[in-house]
């Protein structure tokens, strides 16, 4: 791509450059595309996830919104392999639900919850780009939908179990690989490849043509996000020629053996680059004590 119509890739950006209110408009515009309503920003929540240090290149960027109903949106996103992602999926969603019900409130106040993952690691398989997660009652024997009665504003009406549990949205970044044409599709390419068309109409993209090109960087930022793009393809590389590895020594000796093996040799590597041991961890699912002691 040329260097004039290219643009800054959306998890550095969500990091180092979108976190004031003034460009909010751009992670709206997602949120809006992928629950097809508008949505407002309420913060980019503060972690040990978002500290800007070196080694922090590949840890997760979390933001809340909320919805006209006031119903709340949860997005992260997430650069490494996690082994017990869903697991920490839902323990944000339940941590959400709770931080919002104070004591002695009846349960009515209770929120409904969207958790939406970007991910750009293989989370596992599956052919699609885009899942999404509800919850249904269904009949053992009946096969029916259970529907339940709700009291609002004074008149009971029914509901269904999905319109009150949380829902749940995986963007697999990396098996995007169709031609943009809705507003969704231009965000994944996006997201994927840095791509935003020029006569965009999708929702927050316009944003990022004005904000996110790479030469309005610095020279110090444009380096600082080279070296970034550098650190994603060689960790990818790492774990590719590991995955391959794995695969072929597990044919001969065993598949447990040959991935251990595998991610014993992409450990080695990535402790080699400078990469924490944490975030090691995260990618190979050693132990730090397993990683300290290569």
Known sequence: ME?????????????????DKANFGVFEGLITVLLNEPVHIVEILES???????????????????NSKDEIIIVEIQLTRELYYLERVLYGVAKAITEHISLGEKYDKVKKVYSISIL?????????????GTTS????HTNDTLQINSRDRELIRM?????????????????FDKVARTPLEEWLDYLKNGHIKEDTTAPGLREAREKLQYLMMSKAERQAYDRHIDDIMVQNDVLDTAKR??????????KAEGRAESMAEAARKLKLLGTPAQVISQVTGLSVDEIAAL
């Open 48 to 66: 040990e996830a978002n500290q800007e240090q070196q080694d922090d290149k590949f840890n997760r960027v979390d933001i809340k919104a909320k």
């Open 3 to 19: 260097e004039y119509n290219k643009y800054v890739r959306f998890d550095w950006a969500a990091k180092r450059m979108l976190r």
């Open 159 to 175: 509901k269904t179990p999905e319109q009150i549990f949380p829902e749940y949205f995986l963007i697999r970044v990396n098996e």
């Open 137 to 140: 009652f269904t009949g053992v």
């Open 120 to 132: 750009y690691f293989d989370l596992g398989k599956g052919a699609d780009y885009l899942y999404h």
């Open 245 to 254: 590895e794995g695969l072929a020594e597990g044919l001969a000796i065993g």
